[in-house]
């Protein structure tokens, strides 16, 4: 979930998700150039499952949604 969005910023649509019942357990990796202290603590009391700062690694970033699909980690 990118936070910096047009009309509906990643918070928020991170609210809509996790307020459907039908959605609510699908994991939500919050990716934002956002740093500051308190970024993270906001993206995560909006429901993200993770969070992850700018610029990151790829590699990184798909270990851990692997660790959220369940897949074994690999190399």
């Given at each position: 979930?990118?936070?910096?969005?047009?009309?509906?910023?990643?918070?928020?649509?991170?609210?809509?998700?996790?307020?459907?019942?039908?959605?609510?357990?699908?994991?939500?990796?919050?990716?934002?150039?956002?740093?500051?202290?308190?970024?993270?603590?906001?993206?995560?009391a909006?429901?993200?499952?993770?969070?992850?700062?700018?610029?990151?690694s790829?590699?990184?970033?798909?270990?851990?949604?692997?660790?959220?699909?369940?897949?074994?980690?690999?190399?």
């Amino acid at each position: 979930m990118d936070i910096q969005m047009p009309v509906v910023d990643g918070y928020e649509a991170t609210r809509q998700i996790k307020a459907d019942p039908a959605l609510t357990q699908i994991p939500v990796v919050a990716v934002s150039s956002f740093a500051m202290k308190g970024d993270e603590e906001k993206a995560r009391a909006s429901g993200c499952d993770d969070y992850v700062t700018k610029p990151y690694s790829p590699v990184d970033l798909l270990r851990l949604v692997r660790r959220y699909l369940g897949e074994p980690a690999q190399r």
